[in-house]
């Protein structure tokens, strides 16, 4: 079984930093793509950023150049700085997760972590 399980959100002050993690637990082959989202109350969940194995990374530009996403095998990272307002959202890891010895891809969801910003 697999589980995905992030960590590190917490209450900052505008312009602040914070680091999230994101850990893939379980059996399984390998990690491929992993992601985050986030989600502020009453609107959709929106991509933040992608980081692949070869830690090819993409972001939404309403982050770039203040979040930067890492990866060491199946731990992500999300380093944020000069937090806004508008980045308080409930944080979630995504990642793409293959089967041991059937090679077949399934996408697995953490919890989310809250992270609140405030102004």
């Known amino acids: 079984q697999v589980q995905v399980m992030e960590s590190g959100g917490a209450l900052v002050q505008s312009g602040g930093s914070l680091r999230l993690s994101c850990t893939v637990s379980g059996t399984f082959g390998r990690v491929n793509d992993m992601a985050w989202f986030r989600q502020a109350p009453g609107k959709q969940r929106e991509w933040v950023g992608t980081i692949n194995r070869s830690t090819w990374t993409n972001y939404a530009d309403s982050v770039k150049g203040r979040f930067t996403i890492t990866r060491y095998n199946a731990k992500m990272y999300l380093e944020m700085n000069d937090l806004k307002p508008e980045d308080t959202a409930e944080y979630y890891c995504?990642?793409?997760?293959?089967?041991?010895?059937?090679?077949?891809?399934?996408?697995?969801w953490g919890q989310g972590t809250q992270v609140t910003v405030s102004s």
């Open positions: 995504n990642a793409n997760v293959v089967v041991s010895g059937t090679g077949l891809e399934l996408q697995y």
